[in-house]
């Protein structure tokens, strides 16, 4: 069923797309939303079960800087499309870098969701997956492909976690623990640039601080 609803969570991304279409507004305020139930995810749940495993917190604390090492390298590829912004792209250019990119980090993503607290690691991904989805589909539309080519990408795209998971089940607990922790680091990374970016300007506003909030929220009620 993870595999299924991973996938699911791309093609609701995909039919947000084609519904906003360029509502820009509205795409930035999902996608602060999903930045801060990540955020949230990241520091209530994922946080704590590393330190209460076996692993030396030094280990951990490695593994943890090191995603986020991976995050920015990645998003040197990537051009920053996991927090929803494609910087500097030639639109005329099919962006083979960004594809390659992106899967590493949806498949990264999804090694980690078979253990203890899979199901809120899964959903935390979804959250951030269908906005995600939604951003990177209005932005292939706006190149230079045939419609094939731009489902063939969302389809390698809404495949890339589930390969991760399939891989996660060959894990032993030790090395499992290692993979959380890479992935926090990730996430802990792109939830904060995520936040971050939503406040131009560093300027407070109302309706993204709401979101934030509510990000906060809807993650405390469905973690207990």
């Known amino acids: ?29 999902l996608l602060t939303f999903s930045g801060a139930y990540l ?34 390298i990645l998003e040197g590829v990537t051009k920053g499309a996991e927090h929803g912004h494609f910087h500097n792209v030639q639109k005329d250019i099919f962006p083979i870098s960004i594809f390659i ?18 199901e809120h690691l899964l959903w935390a991904i979804m959250v951030h997956k269908v906005p995600i989805a939604m951003i990177l589909y209005l932005f292939l539309l ?17 495949l890339a976690s589930p390969m991760g998971y399939l891989l996660g089940n060959y894990l032993s607990s030790y090395f499992y ?25 560093h300027k407070l506003k109302f ?8 990000g906060f929220l809807i993650a405390l009620i469905f973690l207990h």
């Open 177 to 201: 623990y290692l993979a959380l922790a890479l992935t926090a680091g990730v996430f802990l990374h792109i939830s904060t640039v995520i936040i971050f970016e939503s406040s131009e300007g």
């Open 101 to 118: 990119g992106l899967f590493i980090h949806a498949f990264i993503e999804g090694i980690p969701i078979n253990g203890e607290h899979g």
């Open 39 to 72: 955020l949230a995810v990241n520091v209530l749940e994922i946080f704590p079960s590393l330190y209460a495993s076996e692993i030396t917190s030094k280990v951990l604390g490695l593994f943890i800087l090191l995603g986020i090492l991976i995050q920015i």
């Open 1 to 29: 069923m993870e595999i299924i609803y991973l996938i699911l969570s791309v093609v609701a991304g995909i039919f947000l797309g084609k519904l906003l279409k360029d509502k820009v507004k509205i795409n930035k305020l």
């Open 207 to 214: 309706q993204k601080l709401f979101m934030i909030i509510l």
């Open 142 to 158: 706006k190149l230079d492909l045939k419609a094939w080519q731009v489902y063939l990408f969302m389809l390698l795209f809404a």
